[in-house]
Protein backbone atom coordinates (compact mmCIF):
# COMPACT_ATOMS: atom_id res chain seq x y z
CA UNK A 1 0.00 0.00 0.00
CA UNK A 2 1.30 3.15 -0.75
CA UNK A 3 -0.46 7.05 -0.46
CA UNK A 4 -1.57 6.87 -3.41
CA UNK A 5 -3.55 3.24 -2.87
CA UNK A 6 -4.34 5.37 0.70
CA UNK A 7 -6.12 7.72 -1.10
CA UNK A 8 -7.98 5.82 -3.32
CA UNK A 9 -9.46 3.88 -0.48
CA UNK A 10 -10.33 6.36 2.04
CA UNK A 11 -10.45 9.81 0.11
CA UNK A 12 -8.84 13.10 0.12
CA UNK A 13 -7.52 13.60 3.22
CA UNK A 14 -9.33 15.85 5.34
CA UNK A 15 -8.73 19.51 6.18
CA UNK A 16 -9.22 20.96 9.29
CA UNK A 17 -9.02 24.35 9.24
CA UNK A 18 -10.81 25.22 12.51
CA UNK A 19 -8.27 25.96 14.62
CA UNK A 20 -9.05 27.74 18.38
CA UNK A 21 -7.66 30.60 18.61
CA UNK A 22 -7.66 33.51 21.62
CA UNK A 23 -11.18 34.57 21.52
CA UNK A 24 -11.47 38.96 22.00
CA UNK A 25 -13.69 41.12 24.15
CA UNK A 26 -17.23 40.30 22.01
CA UNK A 27 -15.90 36.66 21.20
CA UNK A 28 -17.03 32.94 22.26
CA UNK A 29 -16.27 30.06 20.22
CA UNK A 30 -19.32 27.55 19.70
CA UNK A 31 -19.89 24.37 18.82
CA UNK A 32 -22.02 23.30 15.25
CA UNK A 33 -22.95 19.94 13.89
CA UNK A 34 -22.94 19.30 10.41
CA UNK A 35 -23.53 17.10 7.97
CA UNK A 36 -19.86 15.57 7.87
CA UNK A 37 -19.58 15.85 11.66
CA UNK A 38 -18.97 18.67 13.97
CA UNK A 39 -16.92 22.34 14.08
CA UNK A 40 -16.17 25.26 15.77
CA UNK A 41 -17.73 28.35 14.78
CA UNK A 42 -16.73 31.97 16.50
CA UNK A 43 -19.71 34.30 17.08
CA UNK A 44 -18.93 37.97 17.22
CA UNK A 45 -20.53 40.72 19.30
CA UNK A 46 -19.97 44.79 18.59
CA UNK A 47 -21.91 47.08 20.15
CA UNK A 48 -22.38 50.54 18.61
CA UNK A 49 -23.47 53.65 18.86
CA UNK A 50 -27.78 53.43 17.64
CA UNK A 51 -28.05 54.95 14.23
CA UNK A 52 -30.71 57.19 12.58
CA UNK A 53 -32.38 54.05 11.43
CA UNK A 54 -32.93 53.44 15.51
CA UNK A 55 -31.98 49.26 14.28
CA UNK A 56 -31.37 47.59 17.68
CA UNK A 57 -29.87 44.49 16.26
CA UNK A 58 -28.15 43.63 13.33
CA UNK A 59 -27.14 40.01 12.22
CA UNK A 60 -24.45 38.43 9.51
CA UNK A 61 -23.09 35.48 8.40
CA UNK A 62 -25.95 33.94 6.53
CA UNK A 63 -27.82 32.99 9.68
CA UNK A 64 -30.73 30.80 8.89
CA UNK A 65 -34.42 31.61 11.08
CA UNK A 66 -33.54 29.62 14.13
CA UNK A 67 -30.10 31.04 14.60
CA UNK A 68 -32.01 34.34 14.22
CA UNK A 69 -34.30 33.09 16.75
CA UNK A 70 -31.72 32.16 19.33
CA UNK A 71 -29.92 36.05 18.94
CA UNK A 72 -33.36 37.46 19.92
CA UNK A 73 -33.89 35.54 22.89
CA UNK A 74 -30.16 36.17 23.89
CA UNK A 75 -30.44 39.92 23.48
CA UNK A 76 -33.58 39.59 25.64
CA UNK A 77 -32.27 37.78 28.35
CA UNK A 78 -28.72 39.88 28.45
CA UNK A 79 -31.25 43.04 28.75
CA UNK A 80 -33.30 40.78 31.57
CA UNK A 81 -30.09 39.71 33.53
CA UNK A 82 -28.05 43.23 33.02
CA UNK A 83 -31.07 45.24 34.63
CA UNK A 84 -30.85 43.42 37.84
CA UNK A 85 -26.99 43.05 38.24
CA UNK A 86 -25.69 46.91 36.42
CA UNK A 87 -28.62 49.19 35.89
CA UNK A 88 -25.27 51.28 34.33
CA UNK A 89 -24.46 48.65 31.59
CA UNK A 90 -28.39 48.17 31.10
CA UNK A 91 -28.87 51.64 30.28
CA UNK A 92 -25.89 51.44 27.71
CA UNK A 93 -27.18 48.51 26.34
CA UNK A 94 -30.34 50.27 25.55
CA UNK A 95 -28.68 53.22 24.36
CA UNK A 96 -26.73 51.88 21.60
CA UNK A 97 -27.47 48.97 19.01
CA UNK A 98 -25.20 45.54 18.81
CA UNK A 99 -24.41 43.66 15.54
CA UNK A 100 -23.95 39.84 15.62
CA UNK A 101 -21.59 37.94 13.11
CA UNK A 102 -20.81 34.69 12.36
CA UNK A 103 -17.89 34.58 10.11
CA UNK A 104 -17.65 32.25 6.94
CA UNK A 105 -20.85 34.17 5.50
CA UNK A 106 -21.14 31.87 2.43
CA UNK A 107 -21.78 28.83 4.82
CA UNK A 108 -25.38 29.15 6.00
CA UNK A 109 -25.42 28.33 9.77
CA UNK A 110 -29.22 27.25 11.92
CA UNK A 111 -30.20 25.89 14.48
CA UNK A 112 -30.72 26.88 17.98
CA UNK A 113 -27.50 25.22 19.76
CA UNK A 114 -25.76 28.59 19.63
CA UNK A 115 -27.82 30.23 21.97
CA UNK A 116 -25.51 30.02 24.84
CA UNK A 117 -22.40 31.19 22.80
CA UNK A 118 -24.30 34.11 21.35
CA UNK A 119 -24.86 35.25 24.66
CA UNK A 120 -21.81 34.81 25.78
CA UNK A 121 -20.29 36.87 23.07
CA UNK A 122 -22.67 39.60 23.55
CA UNK A 123 -22.06 39.78 27.43
CA UNK A 124 -18.63 39.62 26.59
CA UNK A 125 -19.01 42.83 24.47
CA UNK A 126 -21.26 44.40 27.15
CA UNK A 127 -18.81 43.79 30.50
CA UNK A 128 -15.65 43.93 28.35
CA UNK A 129 -14.37 41.09 29.15
CA UNK A 130 -12.82 38.28 27.30
CA UNK A 131 -13.95 34.66 27.24
CA UNK A 132 -11.57 32.21 29.11
CA UNK A 133 -9.08 31.13 26.39
CA UNK A 134 -9.51 27.56 24.54
CA UNK A 135 -13.20 26.91 25.57
CA UNK A 136 -16.08 26.38 23.66
CA UNK A 137 -19.75 25.62 23.90
CA UNK A 138 -22.55 24.49 22.96
CA UNK A 139 -26.68 24.91 24.46
CA UNK A 140 -29.99 26.32 23.37
CA UNK A 141 -30.83 29.12 25.90
CA UNK A 142 -34.61 30.23 26.38
CA UNK A 143 -35.45 33.51 27.95
CA UNK A 144 -35.79 32.60 31.70
CA UNK A 145 -32.22 31.38 31.61
CA UNK A 146 -32.26 28.03 31.36
CA UNK A 147 -29.57 26.10 29.15
CA UNK A 148 -32.06 23.30 27.39
CA UNK A 149 -30.08 20.65 25.64
CA UNK A 150 -29.12 19.49 21.90
CA UNK A 151 -28.13 17.46 19.42
CA UNK A 152 -24.63 16.45 18.21
CA UNK A 153 -23.24 15.78 21.41
CA UNK A 154 -19.81 13.12 19.87
CA UNK A 155 -19.62 15.45 17.06
CA UNK A 156 -19.43 18.28 18.78
CA UNK A 157 -17.07 17.32 20.87
CA UNK A 158 -15.26 15.46 18.47
CA UNK A 159 -14.62 18.93 16.68
CA UNK A 160 -14.00 21.03 20.17
CA UNK A 161 -11.18 18.53 20.71
CA UNK A 162 -9.57 18.70 16.50
CA UNK A 163 -10.00 22.30 17.11
CA UNK A 164 -7.84 22.28 20.39
CA UNK A 165 -9.89 23.30 22.55
CA UNK A 166 -9.42 22.71 26.32
CA UNK A 167 -12.95 23.11 27.78
CA UNK A 168 -16.08 22.44 26.67
CA UNK A 169 -19.46 23.81 28.60
CA UNK A 170 -22.85 21.82 27.25
CA UNK A 171 -25.94 21.72 29.13
CA UNK A 172 -26.58 19.46 31.76
CA UNK A 173 -29.08 17.80 30.78
CA UNK A 174 -26.76 16.44 27.80
CA UNK A 175 -24.86 14.60 30.45
CA UNK A 176 -25.85 11.12 29.25
CA UNK A 177 -24.94 11.79 25.80
CA UNK A 178 -21.45 12.04 27.10
CA UNK A 179 -21.03 7.92 26.79
CA UNK A 180 -21.08 8.40 22.84
CA UNK A 181 -18.59 10.45 23.14
Keep these: IDSKTVVGFLGPARSFKDKIRPTEVGEAIGLAWTP ?7 VQAEMYHRLQDKKV ?17 AMTLLRNILDELNPELSKKLRENSVHLHVPEGSTPKDGPSAG ?35 GGIREKVVAAERAGAKEVILPKANERNLHDV
Excluded at 36 to 41: A, N, V
Excluded at 132 to 139: F, V, Y
Design 57 to 73: LARTGMQGKVMAESDEV
Design 116 to 150: ITIFVAAFSEITNQTVKPNLAMTGEIDIKGHVLPV
Design 36 to 42: DGGEILI
